[in-house]
């Protein structure tokens, strides 16, 4: 049984995570008496024997990944990505681990190409990508792959090409999931509109191209393309909005419903509500700060969320169990849909500690 026991076996024994029984068997403290004491009767009752060969690779070798994602400000959504990852790097504390963030502005084409520039004239361990635009995305992975380099997709997943792992809320799913939930808030007779943010270089994210096609996929099957409008919307100049919407509400009165296939949805709510347009039905994606205002204050009437803090932390211990103890991974792992509305927001806090249940 010494054998096949793994230390997440002894921490659900014990009654305790997994970072604990770890510094338990590197002695590095920090437990209290209690744990302490329920750990060691575990090891005891399976005769555990610790492999002193890996504990002794991953007290003494240095390990460098490379994360690269979009560049935040605090309460945005990739601020939960990166609590995830530095949450990880705490509870293996005992692995000499250094993250380099390289951040890149999501709505710039040009800006993302130069941070995979640079990347690639680096030699990490181990890769973590957010695969925002799709060819820049296969340029830098085959790279890695050439190097065999192992790498991690987080928030997307690019055909194509072979990660390590990659774990994502299946963003086909979630299209289609809004065009359900759009369908059942509003009239029978009720036109959308799609709100698409502005981008340098006139390329769209990886994951609003798959949520589009299953948002529009949904609207076809139902016989609603015809009820569909698109506006344009800019996030880095939000004074232009009034120039872009200008007076398309009270041209389409029949537009009951919004969708904004990004966390982004704040932008258009905070528009909505200068300009004190009523009865149209908002759905965005992600608990951001903003987001989570605008839920509040009864604009915003859904959000679909999808996890990113517990994607971060799994890409991290992913790349561990893979480095160090080169143990075999799951390359699919997809985050459930989690829907959000007014009613059940407080249950969500995506910017608060979480509990991580471990992936088999």
Not at 95 to 103: A, D, G, P, Q, T
Not at 268 to 281: E, F, N, Q, T
Request: net charge neutral; proline share 4%.
């Amino acid at each position: 049984m010494s054998q096949k026991i793994r230390i997440k076996d002894i921490a659900r024994l014990a009654g305790v995570s997994p970072g604990t029984v770890d510094r338990v068997l590197h002695n590095r403290g920090n437990v209290s008496p209690s744990a302490r004491k329920a750990i060691d009767a575990v090891l005891e009752q399976v005769g555990y024997q610790p492999n002193m060969h890996l504990s002794g690779i991953s007290l003494r070798r240095h390990y460098r990944i490379v994360v690269t994602f979009p560049e935040f400000k605090k309460g945005e959504y990739w601020e939960s990505t990166y609590k995830g990852i530095m949450r990880a790097i705490r509870v293996f504390e005992n692995i000499n681990i250094e993250c380099k963030f390289m951040y890149y502005n999501q709505f710039d084409l040009y800006a993302c190409r130069s941070t995979f520039e640079q990347i690639t004239t680096l030699e990490p361990d181990g890769v973590i990508v957010s695969p925002t635009f799709r060819d820049e995305t296969i340029y830098l992975t085959t790279i890695f792959e050439e190097r065999n380099t192992p790498y991690v997709y987080v928030d997307s997943a690019i055909d194509c090409t072979f990660p390590l792992a990659y774990f994502i809320a299946d963003p086909f799913k979630c299209g289609y999931l809004i065009g359900k939930l759009l369908d059942m808030i509003t009239p029978d007779d009720a036109e959308f509109v799609l709100f698409q943010a502005i981008r340098v270089g006139d390329a769209s994210a990886n994951t609003t191209i798959l949520r589009k096609q299953g948002f529009m996929t949904y609207l076809s099957e139902h016989d609603k393309v015809r009820a569909l409008h698109r506006l344009s919307f800019s996030v880095l100049e939000p004074e232009r909005n009034d120039e872009l919407i200008g007076d398309f509400f009270e041209q389409h009165p029949q537009v009951r419903g919004a969708v904004v296939l990004s966390s982004r949805g704040s932008v258009i709510a905070s528009y909505l509500r200068k300009h004190r347009i009523d009865g149209v039905k908002l759905i965005s994606i992600d608990l951001t700060e903003n987001n989570i205002r605008e839920i509040r204050n009864g604009v915003i009437d859904f959000v679909l969320g999808q996890r990113p803090e517990q994607q971060g932390y799994m890409a991290v211990k992913t790349l561990i169990q893979y480095l160090i103890y080169g143990k075999k991974v799951r390359v699919e792992n997809i985050m459930p849909l989690d829907i959000i509305t007014r009613e059940n927001l407080d249950l969500y806090n995506e910017f608060s500690e979480i509990a991580y249940i471990d992936m088999k």
